[in-house]
């Protein structure tokens, strides 16, 4: 079963910077668009960013000029480089594959496997 693992999440301080990784299982993964959500306490989730196999970006405008993603097609995996983080960036933070898309997106619906998530606090 292909597998999407998140790694990197934590607690840091207002302004201070985290790296969310996600591997996935299969080497398949290497050409699909990738992307991260967030779901915070109450809250729906919402797209952060996304990535196609050839690194074209898209990014939710809250996070634009903060968060980078990035990714190793050779590793299978995607990053998420959070900096200048602000507490209303805390929520749980999954990554997900989209195996029919061709260029980034932004819409839930598109991304069939999820990884498990990974918690980002971010409080002083």
């Known amino acids: 079963q292909v597998q999407l693992v998140e790694s990197g999440g934590g607690l840091v301080q207002p302004g201070g910077s985290l790296r969310l990784s996600c591997a996935a299982s299969?080497?398949?993964?290497?050409?699909?668009?990738r992307g991260w959500f967030r779901q915070a306490p109450g809250k729906e989730r919402e797209f952060v960013a996304a990535?196609?196999?050839?690194?074209?970006?898209l990014y939710a405008d809250s996070v634009k000029g903060r968060f980078t993603i990035s990714r190793d097609n050779a590793k299978n995996t995607v990053y998420l480089q959070l900096n200048s983080l602000k507490p209303e960036d805390t929520a749980v933070y999954y990554c997900?594959?989209?195996?029919?898309?061709?260029?980034?997106?932004?819409?839930?619906?598109?991304?069939?496997?999820w990884g498990q998530g990974t918690q980002v606090t971010v409080s002083s």
């Open positions: 997900a594959a989209n195996r029919q898309a061709v260029v980034p997106t932004a819409t839930a619906r598109g991304y069939d496997v």
């Open positions: 299969e080497r398949t993964f290497s050409r699909t668009v």
């Open positions: 990535i196609s196999w050839t690194s074209s970006t």
